[in-house]
């Protein structure tokens, strides 16, 4: 299975939502779209999903346009119907006319994936009286049990608290690698990014700004949009001639200096304390406060054209 988009661009009256995206997304393996509010992530994989068009280009599983039956998609607020069973809304899609999946290998698939996201006791119970976390665990079963070539995720923990997301997150990682999936997820959370990427694709203004190994791009950003992007604090930037150096606090080391630097504001990241200075900020160890003065060295320095 191939699934590549090929120079696609989608308009919407003056924006420009993609523009010219190409991307090749492996087989058995997670890509994460990420990027700013408005970047184009939604729309992108509202056309992998076949819900739309583009104006330009092609979005194609082996050579072939996408249709809407090659892939399921889950989103933040999957929609279940209350007065039916867990189970019975995790078999709905198999139970559709087109799915033509006999009943016994509907009871099956839906007991495998009930089990693999560890909701196999919630079978019979009623959706509407399940928290916000089995909820969403029931919206994921009922994307992974069709038998597709893609599985697309928009933002499926955007609801729920991180120690929630946590544990699904570590789930559908452990069954996509259990069953060789291929999943598309987008997400606004450098934390689940980092959790589930094989390869993380950074989109800006509807741009592939890069598209790597997630290591590569914290390592290797080919822009100072990317290497910001992925800090964990906003960046230390310099302007010098037509070259700009920048430098990311949490690899800058911070060591108290009588002759050094006076400390301007200190925050709290815990663990580690973020702290500025007229020239920049680094993260310490030691705890410390306005007025100290340190001396700041970058381990590592990021060179870009201005
Ligand atoms: N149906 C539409 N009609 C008009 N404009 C649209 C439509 N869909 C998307 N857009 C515009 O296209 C751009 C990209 O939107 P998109 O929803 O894909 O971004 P996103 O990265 O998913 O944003 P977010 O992270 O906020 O969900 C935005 O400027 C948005 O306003």
């Known amino acids: 299975?191939?699934?590549?988009?090929?120079?696609?661009?989608?308009?919407?009256?003056?924006?420009?939502?993609?523009?010219?995206?190409?991307?090749?997304?492996?087989?058995?393996?997670?890509?994460?779209?990420?990027?700013?509010?408005?970047?184009?992530?939604?729309?992108?994989?509202?056309?992998?999903?076949?819900?739309?068009?583009?104006?330009?280009?092609?979005?194609?599983?082996?050579?072939?346009?996408?249709?809407?039956?090659?892939?399921?998609?889950?989103?933040?607020?999957?929609?279940?119907?209350?007065?039916?069973?867990?189970?019975?809304?995790?078999?709905?899609?198999?139970?559709?006319?087109?799915?033509?999946?006999?009943?016994?290998?509907?009871?099956?698939?839906?007991?495998?994936?009930?089990?693999?996201?560890?909701?196999?006791?919630?079978?019979?119970?009623?959706?509407?009286?399940?928290?916000?976390?089995?909820?969403?665990?029931?919206?994921?079963?009922?994307?992974?049990?069709?038998?597709?070539?893609?599985y697309l995720f928009d933002e499926p923990m955007a609801h729920l608290d991180e120690q929630l997301a946590r544990g699904i997150v570590a789930d559908l990682r452990r069954i996509q690698r259990e069953l060789g999936l291929t999943f598309v997820y987008i997400t606004h959370s450098r934390e689940e990014a980092f959790a589930l990427a094989d390869q993380m694709v950074i989109l800006h203004e509807g741009r592939v700004v890069q598209a790597d190994a997630p290591q590569q791009l914290v390592e290797a950003p080919d822009s100072l949009f990317v290497a910001g992007f992925l800090g964990r604090a906003e960046l230390n930037v310099e302007k010098q001639g037509d070259r700009v150096t920048a430098t990311r606090p949490e690899e800058v080391t911070v060591t108290p200096d009588p002759a050094g630097i006076a400390v301007q504001e200190v925050v709290y990241l815990g663990p580690g304390w973020l702290v500025r200075t007229a020239r920049g900020a680094g993260v310490s160890d030691v705890p410390l406060s306005p007025g100290d003065t340190v001396r700041l060295e970058p381990r590592r320095v990021f060179t870009f054209p201005a």
């Open 1 to 150: 299975m191939s699934l590549r988009i090929d120079g696609v661009t989608r308009t919407f009256g003056q924006v420009r939502a993609l523009d010219e995206v190409s991307l090749n997304v492996p087989t058995g393996s997670i890509t994460v779209v990420v990027g700013p509010s408005g970047s184009g992530k939604t729309t992108l994989l509202r056309l992998l999903a076949g819900l739309d068009a583009p104006d330009a280009g092609e979005v194609s599983i082996d050579g072939q346009p996408v249709t809407l039956g090659a892939t399921a998609l889950c989103f933040q607020d999957a929609p279940l119907y209350p007065h039916l069973t867990v189970a019975e809304n995790v078999a709905f899609p198999l139970r559709l006319r087109a799915s033509r999946t006999p009943r016994p290998q509907v009871e099956t698939r839906v007991g495998r994936v009930l089990e693999m996201l560890h909701i196999d006791h919630l079978a019979s119970r009623r959706v509407a009286g399940l928290s916000g976390g089995q909820r969403q665990r029931v919206g994921i079963a009922r994307a992974l049990v069709r038998e597709v070539q893609v």
